[in-house]
């Protein structure tokens, strides 16, 4: 049993509730009693205490889709369109890939600084998987489907047995689940025997991040034509599904992470939020250096989707700074200044939580005590979400569990 407390406490429920001068009881774990800091130090004289003065304390942050093993990238990759970025991933990934434990660690590092406790993890070959098992981080490890061809059985078996090594490392702070990498890279049969065969807690996926992905699925024609034909070497290529809607049904009544989503129309959305329990990522700096734009929050808004903010992999990014994505995210979107930076805080704790199935993100009675600590001068108002998003640089302390992780 502890208690932590600090002048300033965001809840980071729906409301932002703000409390001042107040404190956690943790034990256990999780929060077990929320309230003022000298009381609850009164009520429980023998338990240890500590007072973070001038100080924010809030849940710890959460960065839903991030890829680790591609941290060794530095100059590789094309930026400037997506069709160049992935031609130039085909080409030189075997290269990035290779020697990048220790660029996995401080990509890891990075997160723990940047008050990050829980991430979503996406891997395509594992080799990140024990190092975040070993991590302070509480992981949601995604592997990554990735399979056009037929006969599906050879890639539907390493699959497998990649996803049964993840298994091996499940414990309370590691939770192997499933992504399907993209409507253009996964062949519906075998999405479907994956998703059919093998249980996943919560599933993510690439969703319309290009204008070519779009006219490929919708019009079978362009870019991805060429791709399939001249670059992997595909004779008379044809779309993965017959329409976005027929990609989407894989995931009925899933709680669903799709990633990006800049060229889903309202009436994707609409369905994509009929059909699974939807939580939309959203990766500013990537989306800018690959396709050029950045998310509408318009429709998001309108239909009631809850959105987060990611930083995805330095595959795509010149880093993996939490809060300097998040920042990007309070320039770039065009939104009253105050409400925005609220709602990017919440979608950074309390949606993104949800999104990933974890049961932290606020700081409430029964919630894991994954906490973060932020120097900051704050007035109790709203207005702090916005004068926080600017300034801060890196936590001061972090929990995770009730355990100081930094």
Not at 186 to 205: E, G, N, W, Y
Not at 292 to 318: H, M, R, V
Not at 351 to 365: I, M, R, V
Request: aromatic fraction near 10%; glycine fraction near 6%; hydrophobic fraction near 45%.
């Amino acid at each position: 049993m502890q208690i932590i407390g600090a002048s300033w406490l965001w809840v980071c429920d729906p409301n932002f509730s703000i409390l001042k001068d107040s404190a956690l009881l943790i034990q256990e774990g999780r929060i077990a009693q929320v309230g003022d800091y000298a009381r609850l130090v009164d009520s429980h004289p023998k338990a240890p205490s500590v007072f973070y003065p001038h100080c924010v304390l809030m849940p710890a942050l959460i960065n839903p889709h991030v890829h680790f093993e591609f941290s060794n990238q530095q100059n590789s990759f094309v930026y400037g369109s997506f069709e160049a970025w992935l031609t130039s991933v085909i080409q030189q990934r075997n290269q990035v890939l290779r020697h990048a434990h220790k660029s996995i660690q401080q990509a890891i590092a990075q997160q723990l600084k940047s008050g990050v406790a829980s991430v979503g993890a996406i891997s395509s070959y594992g080799l990140d998987r024990t190092l975040l098992a070993n991590s302070p981080l509480r992981v949601v490890f995604f592997d990554e489907l990735i399979g056009a061809s037929t006969p599906i059985e050879p890639t539907l078996h390493a699959f497998q047995e990649r996803h049964a090594l993840s298994l091996q490392h499940k414990s309370p702070t590691f939770t192997p689940a499933i992504a399907i990498h993209a409507p253009y890279s996964v062949h519906k049969d075998l999405a479907k025997r994956v998703l059919s065969t093998l249980q996943s807690p919560v599933i993510s996926a690439h969703f319309l991040e290009s204008q070519a992905e779009l006219e490929w699925i919708e019009q079978q024609k362009g870019w991805f034509a060429h791709f399939y034909k001249d670059i992997l070497g595909v004779p008379h290529p044809k779309p993965l599904y017959h329409s976005v809607a027929e990609f989407l049904d894989l995931f009925k009544n899933q709680r669903l992470l799709l990633v990006h989503g800049l060229f889903a129309s309202k009436e994707h959305l609409k369905y994509a939020k009929k059909t699974a329990q939807l939580t939309l990522i959203s990766c500013p700096r990537s989306n800018r250096l690959l396709s050029g734009q950045i998310l509408d929050l318009t429709p998001l808004e309108k239909l009631g989707i809850p959105f987060s903010i990611a930083t995805d992999g330095k595959s795509s990014n010149y880093n993996l700074n939490f809060l300097e994505e998040l920042r990007t995210a309070l320039f770039a979107y065009q939104a009253p200044l105050e409400e925005l930076a609220i709602q990017l805080v919440l979608g950074a704790t309390w949606h993104a939580a949800w999104a990933l199935g974890l049961n932290n993100g606020s700081l409430q009675t029964g919630k894991l005590a994954d906490l973060a600590i932020f120097n900051f001068k704050g007035k109790g108002t709203p207005a702090d979400a916005l004068h926080w998003l600017l300034h801060a640089q890196k936590a001061k302390a972090l929990y995770v569990g009730g355990e100081l992780a930094i």
